[in-house]
């Protein structure tokens, strides 16, 4: 079946480190989407990427798209506290209209 | 603008029970979908309904699960004779439709709890 998987599953850093989460598809996808959930919270849609080898930053968070359209990753430069959360890709197989989501990555920070 | 509100935010349920959970989306979206979350894990695609219409419920459990999105009123995910491995969070969320810019708006999501 179509899968996204994402890696790696748990991440821990002290804070001011920086943190990367990776996404991988087994088939091509027309976009790819990131969320992010706080403890006990519900995701919040963070960007979605569409074009390959697309780049996008927002702050201190870096998104990409592979030239393939198979992968992406997120990467959050100097980690800080409010970082702490669950993060996951999302994506949506081409011609289909539901998203495939990531087992996420849950970053937990040392402060 | 009103999020996506979903209730009750809280439910528990006897084995046997049926469970009701409601989602209204964001005014003006007419796409919703229904995702299931268990504890540390990811989400679960379930349903995907525009209004009245189901477009995709290929995650949905063959069995006792059932969703609708009517004309009037929210979208509704019903679980019947619920059982244990049912408990989970069950996130409803909505869209416009864009082409493929189709951002999702998750709402709190519906915590259920079979005894």
């Known amino acids: 079946g179509q899968q996204v998987m994402q890696i790696p599953q748990y991440q821990h850093v002290q804070e001011g480190e920086d943190f990367t989460t990776y996404c991988n598809s087994s088939?091509?996808?027309?976009?790819i989407q990131w969320y992010k959930q706080r403890p006990g919270g519900h995701p919040v849609f963070l960007i979605q990427?569409?074009?390959?080898?697309e780049v996008k930053k927002q702050k201190r968070l870096t998104f990409q798209f592979g030239e393939a359209k198979k992968n992406s990753s997120l990467h959050i430069t100097a980690t800080q506290t409010t970082d702490v959360g669950t993060y996951f890709c999302?994506?949506?197989?081409?011609?289909?209209?539901?998203?495939?989501f990531g087992q996420g990555t849950r970053l937990t920070i040392n402060p | 603008n009103a999020g996506v509100m979903q209730n009750p935010r809280h439910l528990v349920r006897r084995r046997g029970q049926e469970a009701r959970l409601r989602c209204s989306p964001v005014?003006?979206?007419?796409?919703v979908y229904w995702y299931r979350q268990l504890p540390e894990e990811g989400l679960k695609f379930m349903v995907y309904?525009?209004?009245?219409?189901?477009?995709?419920e290929s995650g949905m459990p063959k069995e006792r699960f059932s969703a609708e999105f009517p004309k009037e009123g929210p979208s509704i995910l019903r679980i019947q004779q619920v059982v244990r491995g049912d408990s989970a969070a069950y996130f409803c969320?909505?869209?416009?439709?864009?082409?493929?810019?189709?951002?999702?708006?998750f709402g709190p999501g519906t915590r259920l709890t079979v005894l």
């Open positions: 309904l525009q209004k009245e219409n189901i477009i995709d």
């Open positions: 999302a994506g949506r197989i081409q011609g289909a209209q539901k998203l495939v």
């Open positions: 969320a909505s869209s416009t439709f864009q082409g493929v810019y189709n951002e999702q708006f």
């Open positions: 088939t091509t996808l027309s976009n």
């Open positions: 990427l569409v074009k390959s080898g």
């Open positions: 005014k003006g979206h007419s796409h």
